[in-house]
């Protein structure tokens, strides 16, 4: 079934700057997702990113966090249904920036097991998706996940784990580390021409479960210069959440959809 759309976007007394003055154009439902993050020496982090973002921190330390997950509702406004493209497996590795006072995210790889996502993800959102093995499959209360990255070029990375969420759903409060990791409103690509671009998202405040999970095996961060720390993540759940996406933007706030 699909989700109230319009509804998502009537609640945003939560967010940290208001919604676009424009028409939102995508829609995505995140499901059985996990979120495992590691601190960081901020230098590590900061050699990593493109000009025109800034490290964003918390305390002082830098943030990397790998999330495995289910999408489903992938597409543009009343075209979220396309087999293949629609619904899919993915696992990102991400850090935290801000650029222009906006706080957000940066994608240092973005694994799915759909060829015609990633192929549109990298040709018009200039997001860098690599096709992957993936499976998930939920038995006793586990989330199962596998992932293998399988795309020329790439390096190799592979994510075998389960985990799941332990209590009640809860939003987090003002001011902690699992708000300013979760609650970000925008995402930051770089284009072609090296141009950086924002793409903004909006949907309820996280619904939170603490977490449990048991990774085997985690190489996915491997190959954008990070080697991941042997010290327990710190682990979040979310069962669902729905939301509701904007065309790219340029700085100068202009619209891009897909830049050479």
């Not at 699909?2 to 509804?7: G, N």
């Not at 007394?13 to 995505?28: F, I, K, N, S």
């Not at 018009?124 to 990255?149: K, N, T």
Request: hydrophobic fraction near 40%; charged fraction near 25%; proline fraction near 7%.
């Amino acid at each position: 079934m699909q989700p109230d759309w319009s509804a998502i976007v009537q609640q945003h007394e939560h967010r940290p700057y208001p919604l676009p003055d424009r028409a939102w154009h995508m829609t995505m439902s995140w499901l059985d997702l996990l979120f495992a993050h590691w601190s960081f020496d901020p230098a590590v982090i900061r050699a990593l990113l493109p000009e025109g973002l800034e490290l964003d921190t918390y305390e002082g330390r830098a943030w990397l966090g790998v999330v495995p997950f289910r999408m489903a509702h992938v597409g543009p406004r009343g075209l979220n249904w396309v087999p293949g493209v629609s619904a899919f497996l993915e696992l990102n590795v991400r850090t935290y920036v801000t650029a222009g006072g906006k706080p957000g995210v940066w994608f240092f790889s973005l694994d799915a097991a759909s060829k015609l996502a990633v192929a549109t993800a990298r040709a018009v959102f200039h997001l860098p998706y690599f096709r992957a093995r993936m499976s998930c499959v939920e038995r006793d209360g586990w989330i199962e996940y596998r992932s293998e990255r399988r795309h020329r070029g790439a390096p190799d990375g592979e994510f075998v784990g389960r985990y799941r969420g332990v209590g009640e759903a809860y939003s987090s409060k003002a001011g902690t580390l699992e708000q300013w990791l979760t609650e970000r409103y925008c995402l930051y690509a770089r284009n072609g021409r090296g141009r950086i671009l924002r793409g903004e998202i909006h949907h309820e405040p996280w619904p939170l479960q603490r977490a449990e999970a048991e990774i085997e095996r985690c190489t996915v961060a491997d190959g954008w210069g990070t080697v991941l720390p042997d010290e327990p993540p710190l682990l979040h759940f979310v069962r669902r959440i729905d939301v509701v996406g904007w065309l790219l933007e340029a700085g100068s706030g202009s619209r891009v959809v897909s830049t050479p």
